[in-house]
């Protein structure tokens, strides 16, 4: 990485499962350097590398971390550990009562995902539940979960909740005590954002995984990876965690296995999206699939040199990218087929989200105005933007 700090590369020597000798030696070696422990810590939560910093460096640095940062990543890796475990509890309470009436479920990311990674579900940075169901079984199990004292959120009309179960993917219902929230899926991605890999299928292909002695369905190994893929590049690679979270999944994928990796990512117009992830693996971590995944998907490296822009961006602000031009030029970027990144832009120019209906309440009769009001809304935020461009003022 461009100027790399200690404090980054200490980062990236704790974002993997396991520490060989090596790791070890490198992380004593960056431990006895001018660390700012206090922007280590910051930079590590943002990047959801608080549990991994604090298992690492207890097992290989103990000895040479000042005693209140000990004692603060052991504070903050405790308080981790103990809202997974509820949040485990409350996830195998919501895939249970769903089974018990007939709904399919998939429990993916979070806990199960750190489980299947890291060989703990602890360590990943707690988040929401998140539950992938078919679209046919919205209205029975948003029941469900109101039943389990959930509220979806925000409140929607009738119109509203059709249209958003149309044209998104996913919805919130929050509880309070612990505030709880559980994602509820129904696809993998809304339709401004074009993936041709559809929850349904992934439901076909769902494998059985051991978590805290209950038996959950998630996505299979390949999936996953083409998922994780997918949604690191929708989310513009913000978190470090996530890159970790692809290497290990990486390692996983039998030999056998990657032809159908290949042939899922051609099938869902991904395979730029894909080629990124694993650009990124080999980049950061050193972790390759076989030659000629890598030949198939990225051979004339274009993902290769958008990993190193990337990388050389993960620790600062301009990685973060809030212009909706400039992420339409991403899009441009990762995605296989010009005309998908252009329909991702007029449906995200068009189609009303959350935000449209909760900036605006009208009663069902109004609803189709939401498409009209939608493109003044943004238009007024384009405008903005342009001119803080053309005036080089940072966003407020």
């Given at each position: 990485m461009n100027k790399s700090r200690p404090e980054h590369d200490?980062?990236?020597?704790?974002?993997?499962?396991?520490?060989?000798?090596?790791?070890?030696?490198?992380?004593?070696?960056?431990?006895?350097?001018?660390?700012?422990?206090?922007?280590?810590?910051?930079?590590?939560?943002?990047?959801?590398?608080?549990?991994?910093l604090h298992k690492h460096l207890n097992k290989a640095v103990s000895d040479l971390l000042p005693g209140k940062v000990r004692t603060k990543l052991k504070q903050e890796s405790v308080a981790n550990t103990q809202s997974i475990l509820y949040l485990v509890g409350q996830a195998i309470k919501v895939d249970t009562l769903f089974r018990e009436n007939g709904i399919p479920t998939a429990i993916f990311k979070g806990p199960i995902l750190s489980q299947l990674v890291y060989d703990e579900m602890s360590l990943r940075q707690a988040g929401d539940i998140d539950v992938l169901i078919g679209r046919e079984h919205f209205n029975r199990?948003?029941?469900?979960?109101?039943?389990?004292?959930?509220?979806?959120?925000p409140k929607l009309t009738s119109a509203q909740q059709a249209a958003h179960v149309?044209?998104?993917?996913?919805?919130?219902?929050?509880?309070?005590?612990?505030f709880t929230v559980v994602?509820?899926?129904?696809?993998?991605?809304?339709?401004?954002?074009?993936?041709?890999?559809?929850?349904?299928?992934?439901?076909?292909?769902?494998?059985?995984?051991?978590?805290?002695?209950s038996q959950i369905e998630t996505f299979c190994a390949e999936d996953l990876l083409l998922y994780q893929a997918m949604h690191g590049a929708k989310h513009l690679w913000r978190w470090f965690e996530a890159i970790s979270s692809v290497a290990e999944l990486v390692k996983t994928i039998e030999p056998s296995a990657w032809s159908r990796v290949i042939d899922q990512a051609v099938k869902a117009h991904a395979t730029k999206m894909l080629g990124l992830a694993l650009r990124l693996a080999e980049l950061i971590f050193e972790v390759t699939p076989p030659e000629n995944v890598l030949l198939a998907l990225d051979r004339n490296r274009v993902m290769a040199e958008l990993a190193e822009k990337v990388r050389d961006e993960l620790f600062t602000t301009q990685n973060r990218l809030s212009d909706s031009t400039d992420t339409n030029l991403y899009n441009l970027r990762i995605m296989d087929r010009r005309r998908d990144a252009v329909l991702s832009s007029l449906r995200a120019f068009f189609v009303p989200t959350l935000s449209d209906w909760t900036a605006?309440?009208?009663?069902?009769?109004?609803?189709?105005?939401?498409?009209?009001?939608?493109?003044?809304?943004?238009?007024?935020v384009y405008s903005a933007s342009l001119l803080r461009r053309l005036t080089n003022k940072p966003a407020s």
């Open positions: 200490l980062l990236v020597a704790v974002a993997r499962r396991q520490l060989d000798s090596g790791d070890v030696d490198q992380l004593r070696r960056l431990a006895k350097l001018d660390i700012d422990w206090q922007y280590l810590l910051l930079t590590a939560r943002q990047h959801g590398l608080i549990p991994l199990a948003k029941e469900l979960l109101e039943s389990l004292g959930f509220q979806m959120v149309a044209f998104h993917c996913e919805i919130q219902f929050v509880r309070d005590d612990w994602d509820l899926h129904w696809d993998l991605t809304p339709r401004s954002f074009v993936f041709g890999m559809s929850g349904e299928e992934v439901m076909s292909r769902l494998q059985t995984v051991s978590l805290a002695g605006l309440s009208l009663p069902s009769s109004l609803h189709p105005l939401y498409y009209a009001i939608r493109p003044l809304r943004l238009s007024k």
